[in-house]
C-alpha cells in the first residue's frame, strides 16, 4: 500500500504590493504620480468619500505633491466629495471635517490642493423625491438615487472642469481586488488606454481616470495607513476605528503587515439605503458603542421604509396617471398622501428627538433642510393639488415649533380641517371623488391666478380621467379589457395616454351632467367654488 500523499492545504494569499516591498512599492508609485502630474496642464479631480481606499489615494497624491519643487506645482488639485444629505451622520461630520482640514493644511503647506463639498440640487435631493413627489423606496430595478444624489452633482463639477480646459484627470481609488465584476471593469478599459496608467471614462467625454492603488489588497491599503500619518491632520488611526465600529463583530485587528486579518468589510453609505438587505454598519455602531444609541430612530425609519410590498402605500395610478396592468394586477405608482405625510412626521420627530437628546455633536443634526420643507410643500400643494397645505401643520406638531414661512396664497389653498371635512360631506364618502374634486379645485385656482387660462378646461378633463374610476378593482378591470381589446385589433393605433393635456386612461363611464351640476352646486353652498365659472378663453 502506497503511503499517503500530504497535499498543502495552507491558505493562500495575494502577494503583497505586486511582489515589492512596501517603501519599494510607495517610492515607485510616488515618482509615477509626479510624473504623471508634470506631464501637462490637465487638471486633476481627486474622488474622496472618507473610506479607506479613497483616503489613501488621496495621502499619495498629497505626498508627491509635497516632494516636488514649489516652482513645479503648476495646477491645481480638485478634491470632491459628494454629500448627498443622507449619509450616514457619523461618516459625513468625518468627511466634513476633513474638508476643512484639508484646506488649512493645503494653505499651510503651500500645496495647490482644493477641497469641494458638492450636494445635489434640491429638486433632485432624496426626500423631496420619496415624501414630495412620491417616488417608492428606491429598488435595484427602481434605482433613482444614485443618479440624483451622487451622479449628477460630481458630473456637473467635472464637465465644468472639462469646459474650462479641454480635458480633465480623475483619479479615483478603485481596486480590482475589491470585486470580481470591478477587476473585469477595469481591465476592460485598460485594453482602451491611450496614455500609460491613464483609461477613457465611458460616460464623461475628454476624461481620463487614473487608479493609482488598483492592484492592492485591502491588508496592503491599511499597511499604508497605519504606517504613514495624514498629511491633513487627521488620524488614521481613527479611521481604522470608525470601520472597527462598523464591524459587526466589532473586530478590525491593527494592520501591520500582510499576515494580518483585514479589517472587516464595512461600506458607509446612505443611512436611507434599500438597496441592500439591511444596513449593518449602522447596525454595528449601535451595538458596538452605547454612545451611538442615538442613531436608532433613523434605523427605525430606514427599516419602515424596506418593506416587502408596499402597495397599501402607494396609488394604483402611475405617477403620470396611466394604468399599468402586469400578471393580472396594477403596477403602483407613487406613495398615497397619508403615507408621504407620515414619512415627513417621523423624520421629523426623529430629527428632534436626536436634538433633544443625542450627544453635544448631533444637537445640531438637520437631517432634512428648509430647503427641502419648501420643495416638498410646493410640490404637494402647487403640483398635486393637495390643497388643505398640511406641511406647517405637520411640522408644527413633529417639531413643537411654528413652521416658519408665511401662509401660501390664499387663493390656491384651501385652509383649515373644517373645509376638508365640508368637501369630504359632500362628496359622501367617495374617496376617488373627493380626490378628483380636490384636484379640479387646485387646477382652477391654479388658472385663476392667471391672466391668460388658455388650456384649463384641457387640465380639468385630464383629471377628471385620471380619478374616473370606484376603486383599484374598478381601474384593473378597464385596464384589462382596454388590453384585450387592443390585442385583438392590433391593426388600431394604440392611444397615446401620456400626451400633454389628455387623459391618462379613458374613463370606463362618464359621469352624468346631472350629477356634475349636483356637486357644482354642492361646491358653491359649501364655499369651495366661486360663483362665476372661469372662461377657457384668453
Known amino acids: 500500500m502506497?503511503?499517503?500523499?500530504?497535499?498543502?492545504?495552507?491558505?493562500?494569499?495575494?502577494?503583497?504590493?505586486?511582489?515589492?516591498?512596501?517603501?519599494?512599492?510607495?517610492?515607485?508609485?510616488?515618482?509615477?504620480?509626479?510624473?504623471?502630474?508634470?506631464?501637462?496642464?490637465?487638471?486633476?479631480?481627486?474622488?474622496?468619500?472618507?473610506?479607506?481606499?479613497?483616503?489613501?489615494?488621496?495621502?499619495l497624491v498629497w505626498m508627491a505633491l509635497a516632494g516636488l519643487p514649489p516652482a513645479e506645482r503648476t495646477k491645481v488639485v480638485h478634491v470632491i466629495s459628494t454629500d448627498t444629505g443622507v449619509e450616514n451622520p457619523v461618516v459625513a461630520a468625518w468627511?466634513?471635517?476633513?474638508?476643512?482640514?484639508?484646506?488649512?493644511?493645503?494653505?499651510e503647506q503651500g500645496l495647490p490642493i482644493e477641497a469641494h463639498r458638492l450636494t445635489p440640487a434640491v429638486e433632485d435631493s432624496f426626500w423631496v423625491c420619496l415624501i414630495g413627489r412620491g417616488y417608492a423606496a428606491p429598488r435595484p430595478k427602481f434605482r433613482w438615487c444614485t443618479e440624483r444624489l451622487k451622479i449628477k452633482?460630481?458630473?456637473?463639477?467635472?464637465?465644468?472642469?472639462?469646459?474650462?480646459?479641454?480635458?480633465?484627470?480623475?483619479?479615483?481609488?478603485?481596486?480590482k481586488a475589491e470585486s470580481r465584476a470591478r477587476a473585469r471593469n477595469m481591465a476592460r478599459h485598460e485594453k482602451n488606454r491611450v496614455r500609460d496608467r491613464l483609461s477613457p471614462n465611458a460616460s464623461l467625454p475628454n476624461s481620463l481616470v487614473y487608479s493609482p492603488i488598483e492592484d492592492l489588497t485591502t491588508d496592503d491599503v491599511w499597511e499604508l495607513l497605519m504606517q504613514h500619518p495624514n498629511p491633513w491632520g487627521h488620524s488614521n488611526k481613527d479611521l481604522l476605528t470608525m470601520y472597527q465600529g462598523a464591524s459587526a463583530d466589532a473586530e478590525c485587528?491593527?494592520?501591520?503587515?500582510?499576515?494580518?486579518?483585514?479589517?472587516?468589510?464595512?461600506?458607509?453609505?446612505?443611512?436611507?439605503?434599500?438597496?441592500?438587505?439591511?444596513?449593518?454598519?449602522?447596525?454595528?455602531?449601535?451595538?458596538?458603542?452605547?454612545?451611538?444609541?442615538?442613531?436608532?430612530?433613523?434605523?427605525?425609519?430606514?427599516?419602515?421604509l424596506d418593506v416587502d410590498d408596499d402597495r397599501e402605500l402607494r396609488d394604483f395610478r402611475r405617477m403620470n396617471g396611466r394604468l399599468h396592468p402586469f400578471k393580472g394586477r396594477l403596477?403602483?405608482?407613487?406613495?398615497?398622501?397619508?403615507?408621504?405625510?407620515?414619512?415627513?412626521?417621523?423624520l421629523l420627530e426623529a430629527q428632534t428627538w436626536i436634538r433633544e437628546n443625542g450627544p453635544q455633536y448631533v444637537r445640531d443634526l438637520t437631517l432634512i433642510t428648509m430647503e427641502e420643507l419648501r420643495a416638498i410643500r410646493h410640490e404637494w400643494v402647487y403640483v398635486k393639488h393637495e390643497i388643505e397645505d398640511s406641511l406647517p401643520g405637520i411640522y408644527r406638531s413633529a417639531t413643537g415649533e411654528p413652521y416658519p414661512d408665511p401662509p401660501l396664497d390664499s387663493a390656491l389653498t384651501v385652509n383649515g380641517a373644517e373645509m376638508i371635512a365640508t368637501l369630504r360631506e359632500v362628496c359622501g364618502g367617495d374617496e376617488q371623488q373627493f380626490l378628483m374634486i380636490?384636484?379640479?379645485?387646485?387646477?382652477?385656482?391654479?388658472?385663476?391666478?392667471?391672466?391668460?387660462?388658455?388650456?384649463?378646461?384641457?387640465?380639468?378633463?385630464?383629471?377628471?380621467?385620471k380619478y374616473a374610476f370606484e376603486d383599484e378593482q374598478d381601474a384593473l378591470d378597464f385596464a384589462l379589457r382596454r388590453e384585450r381589446g387592443m390585442a385583438e385589433s392590433p391593426e388600431l393605433p394604440s392611444p397615446a395616454p401620456d400626451a400633454p393635456g389628455r387623459a391618462a386612461s379613458p374613463p370606463p363611464k362618464d359621469r352624468s351632467r346631472t350629477e356634475a351640476e349636483t356637486l357644482a352646486a354642492a361646491l358653491r353652498a359649501a364655499g369651495l367654488m366661486p360663483e362665476d365659472a372661469p372662461s377657457d378663453s384668453p
Request: some cysteine; charged content about 25%.
Open 2 to 59: 502506497r503511503p499517503p500523499v500530504l497535499l498543502d492545504l495552507s491558505p493562500t494569499r495575494t502577494v503583497p504590493f505586486a511582489g515589492q516591498s512596501m517603501r519599494q512599492w510607495l517610492a515607485g508609485i510616488l515618482e509615477e504620480i509626479r510624473d504623471l502630474y508634470r506631464a501637462d496642464q490637465v487638471p486633476w479631480v481627486v474622488g474622496y468619500s472618507g473610506g479607506k481606499d479613497s483616503t489613501l489615494c488621496l495621502v
Open 95 to 107: 468627511v466634513n471635517s476633513s474638508l476643512d482640514s484639508m484646506r488649512r493644511a493645503a494653505a
Open 153 to 175: 452633482p460630481s458630473n456637473a463639477f467635472i464637465r465644468a472642469m472639462v469646459a474650462a480646459f479641454g480635458e480633465v484627470i480623475l483619479v479615483l481609488g478603485t481596486r
Open 253 to 304: 485587528p491593527l494592520v501591520v503587515d500582510s499576515t494580518t486579518p483585514s479589517c472587516g468589510d464595512s461600506r458607509f453609505g446612505c443611512w436611507t439605503c434599500t438597496l441592500v438587505s439591511e444596513d449593518k454598519s449602522m447596525q454595528a455602531m449601535i451595538s458596538n458603542d452605547v454612545e451611538k444609541e442615538w442613531m436608532l430612530p433613523l434605523l427605525e425609519l430606514r427599516n419602515a
Open 331 to 346: 403596477v403602483h405608482g407613487a406613495y398615497l398622501q397619508q403615507a408621504r405625510e407620515d414619512w415627513l412626521r417621523r
Open 438 to 465: 380636490r384636484e379640479l379645485l387646485g387646477v382652477e385656482r391654479t388658472y385663476r391666478t392667471m391672466t391668460r387660462r388658455a388650456g384649463l378646461f384641457g387640465a380639468l378633463e385630464k383629471v377628471v380621467g
